[in-house]
């Protein structure tokens, strides 16, 4: 099996050094990704692109090598292709017509070739001869240059010759890694995930931070999409989710400041929170999923004096999006789900929000406020490398965890739905169960007390994360199947 791989034409302007600089992070990333599914895995750089080679050809390691590609920041698109030597036009010919063949039944078509090294032919002569002979010797429904249904793709470099057998769409963006990493303020709802997301996309190294208001489900919800996007998109770094509690800085607030005020401040003490998280990461930069006037604190003044109480620069992807376009995106990258089952927990409502916020009127309201709570509340923050969100909650709570299916158990596969259809869940004489993660909590008191449920995904991190709140909620008969190796 062999992939080749194109990289994000942003990356291919870039100044020599620069290019493979981009170039080398992108093949250490996959490599960290890749080689769990094979360690023998090779990948070969190359100045335009890189060659992906494995040996193993069961369906579900071509999947799962697919789903890493697809995902990993800095490549534009990649190809699925089949190698062979190169012969002559007519055996490029047979090759495809062995590939292709049976697939233009009925279908308009067109063969386009790019070429590389000293040939006796041109890319147009294999068009015309590849294309000639797939429209005599098969059913589809003819040539079509201008607007096929089908292209079919064709590498000649050098002695070598490559028929695309599928060409999928790529993440686009520059390498996980090859620019400053960032802090997220992420509080699980549409914007901040997205927000995050273009982050990771754009090759920033995102750590995520989470102010909690009070709400323990909330902070599970918020934990599990930070969980969801660091796996899909950013698993090639380890990053850090960072809880800070705040109920105590909401409570000084409700307290000792003006209703109208209290958004605005509540923003500020957020971000004099962040300015010191980001210290201790060594960070420069926040990202917010602020949008211009989405609601009532994101005016232009109120962002201004928002923003004066820090000295990080505060980036916000989102300031000019509409709110349908966000959810469009929240939806094309599986966060959707996690925001509309995400439980509330609002502890500043203004009546009437300000939205010309004044510097010396807020300045004022803050002269009320024991910021000896904000210094408390900084100090019991709580610094988890992500990937360990679930084994900390594992300490807290006794979660079974069990290699083997306990006879009469049901298993709960919590996986994505796109994850199940790729790859679904069978186990000989074992009953399996769908049921999504971010329906697992709302679903919960459908499960019948008197079966034992094992909870199950790929990587078992977010298994025995629901494993552990569930159990904590009063759930005795929740365990995690977890296969050995």
């Given amino acids: 099996m062999k992939f080749i791989v194109k990289f994000f034409p942003e990356i291919t302007i870039k100044s020599r050094p620069v290019r493979k600089q981009f170039v080398k992070q992108l093949h250490t990333n996959l490599k960290r990704l890749l080689q769990p599914l094979d360690p023998e895995v090779q990948i070969l750089r190359e100045w335009d692109k890189m060659v992906v080679s494995t040996a193993r050809q069961e369906p579900e390691t071509l999947a799962a090598f697919v789903e890493v590609l697809r995902n990993t920041p800095g490549i534009a698109y990649f190809m699925d292709v089949a190698e062979y030597p190169l012969v002559d036009i007519d055996d490029i010919y047979q090759k495809t017509l062995a590939l ?3 697939r233009l039944a009925g279908r308009r078509f067109s063969v386009r070739c790019k070429r590389g090294g000293k040939h006796e032919f041109q890319s147009l002569d294999v068009e015309r001869y590849v294309g000639g002979g797939l429209n005599q010797n098969t059913d589809a429904a003819g040539v079509d240059l201008s607007n096929p249904e089908v292209v079919v793709r064709i590498e000649v470099r050098d002695d070598k010759v490559f028929v695309v057998n599928q060409r999928y769409p790529g993440l686009g963006g520059f390498p996980l890694g090859s620019l400053d990493p960032v802090l997220s303020l992420i509080s699980g709802g549409f914007d901040s995930p997205v927000a995050s997301y273009l982050m990771m996309k754009r090759g920033l190294r995102t750590h995520f931070c989470f102010f909690n208001l009070g709400g323990r489900d909330h902070e599970i919800g918020v934990k599990e ?7 899909k998109y950013g698993a090639s770094h380890r990053v850090k989710f960072v809880t800070v509690p705040f109920e ?9 400041v003006d209703n109208s005020q209290m958004g605005v401040v509540l923003k500020r003490m957020m971000l004099r929170a962040a300015e010191k998280v980001a210290d201790e990461l060594n960070v420069q930069a926040l990202v917010t999923g602020e949008a211009i006037a989405q609601v009532s604190s994101q005016t ?21 999006a509409d709110k349908g376009d966000i959810i469009r ?8 789900e996690f925001a509309a089952n995400m439980p509330e927990y609002c502890g500043v409502i203004s009546v009437k929000p300000t939205t010309k916020a004044r510097p010396e009127r807020i300045a004022a309201q803050e002269a009320n406020f024991d910021f000896a709570v904000l210094e408390a509340a900084l100090e019991s ?25 306990l006879p009469d158990a049901i298993v709960l596969d919590v996986r994505h739905p796109d994850e199940v259809e790729r790859s679904p869940l069978k186990l000989a004489g074992v009953k399996v169960q769908n049921m999504p993660f971010y329906e697992l909590h709302s679903q919960a008191s459908t499960l019948n007390n008197e ?8 990587k078992g991190v977010m298994s025995r994360l629901h494993a552990a709140h569930l159990v904590e909620q009063g759930f005795a008969n929740i365990k995690v199947y977890r296969p050995a190796g």
């Fill in 451 to 458: 079966k034992t449920y094992l909870l199950y995904c790929d």
């Fill in 300 to 320: 232009l003044t109120n962002l201004s004096v928002i923003d004066a109480v820090t000295d990080k620069l505060v980036l916000r992807p989102l300031i000019a």
């Fill in 248 to 256: 105590g800085v909401v409570g000084e607030i409700l307290k000792n």
């Fill in 100 to 102: 292709w063949g049976d």
């Fill in 329 to 336: 995106t929240a939806a094309e990258i599986g966060t959707e």
């Fill in 225 to 231: 999409v930070a969980l969801y996007l660091w796996m």
């Fill in 381 to 405: 923050a709580s610094y988890t490398t992500i990937d360990q969100l679930a084994n900390e909650e594992l300490e807290r709570i006794d979660v079974e965890v069990l290699p083997v299916p």
